[in-house]
């Protein structure tokens, strides 16, 4: 006998620990991020190249700060920062 609509249902579970899984994720979702272009904030669309340029001061702050972790190695890259450097010369 089938159920209404809203009842809770089984969904399928893919072996790839990566793929998320749950109701409307098939096939497995792509990740859209680009850690070059920032998709938050008032600069969002904007190049870290571009911010690196403009307001180096915003990035410095931005790499510190939890919302940019996940573009820290860009920043590190474009500000030519070296992380946990042990050239005391820095």
Do not use: C
Not at 11 to 40: M, N, Q
Not at 44 to 73: M, N
Request: proline letters at 13%; glycine letters at 8%; aromatic letters at 10%.
């Amino acid at each position: 006998m089938a159920g209404h609509p809203d009842d809770p249902q089984a969904f399928p579970i893919d072996e790839d620990p990566l793929h998320p899984v749950g109701p409307g994720h098939e096939p497995p979702l792509t990740a859209s991020f680009d850690p070059t272009r920032l998709d938050f904030g008032h600069y969002a669309g904007s190049t870290l190249e571009e911010l690196a340029r403009v307001d180096p001061d915003y990035l410095r702050w931005l790499e510190r700060h939890p919302s940019g972790v996940r573009y820290r190695a860009e920043i590190h890259r474009v500000l030519g920062v070296v992380p946990y450097s042990t050239d005391w010369r820095r």
